[in-house]
């Protein structure tokens, strides 16, 4: 995939997240559900579908039995489970956090940052607890920077500096949640080992 065709499906995947949030009128942020999603998984954890369909509903502010009631909400979120844990595992590093494109504002995308990484956070804070402080130091100035990078603000001016900064931060997270997986996660079997019966 070029970069562009990259930058077109992560913003139509973004596009995607925020009209199911619209639709069922969430009041929390697209990528902070993604966040939370990405940190579980990244801290070793798997969520069966019962509990991630409750996180989800949480998160969004429904009541709990919305998933159940609604055509569209659990199929959705059961299908962007497994693309963000397939994304993950990926040995291309093509994962993304679920962020919006260049046609928002930088305000706008610096918000969606600061809410993916509160969330990210949170969820690996969730599934990996005390065993965070035993982590290499690597993943512990990761975890401190990503700290810091959720308590920016938006009130940026936009210049090209702004610009470039934002995805240089952007490009700092995507990395660091892939170095988080990579350290909490045993590496997938490749499909081919296993013995075949001829």
Not at 22 to 44: D, M, N, Q, T, Y
Not at 45 to 61: K, T
Not at 145 to 169: C, G, H, P, R, T
Request: net charge negative; charged share 25%.
């Amino acid at each position: 995939m070029s970069e562009t065709d990259t930058s077109a499906a992560r913003a139509a995947e973004f596009e995607r997240w925020a009209n199911v949030f619209a639709a069922h009128k969430a009041f929390s942020h697209p990528s902070e559900l993604h966040g939370v999603l990405c940190g579980r998984l990244a801290a070793g954890s798997r969520i069966d579908e019962p509990e991630w369909l409750a996180m989800v509903c949480e998160h969004m502010g429904l009541a709990d039995e919305a998933a159940e009631e609604s055509d569209d909400l659990a199929p959705f979120m059961n299908s962007a489970y497994g693309k963000t844990l397939k994304q993950l595992q990926s040995t291309d590093m093509s994962f993304q956090p679920l962020l919006p494109d260049d046609d928002y504002a930088i305000e706008q995308r610096l918000e969606a940052l600061v809410a993916w990484v509160r969330g990210f956070l949170e969820g690996m804070a969730l599934a990996a607890g005390a065993s965070l402080g035993q982590a290499p130091d690597e993943i512990r100035e990761l975890i401190e920077d990503m700290v810091a990078i959720s308590q920016l603000s938006e009130d940026e001016e936009s210049d090209d500096e702004s610009e470039q900064q934002l995805l240089e931060i952007t490009e700092y997270v995507r990395l660091g949640a892939l170095a988080v997986f990579t350290e909490f996660n045993e590496p997938e079997k490749p499909a081919g080992d296993s013995p075949t019966l001829h």
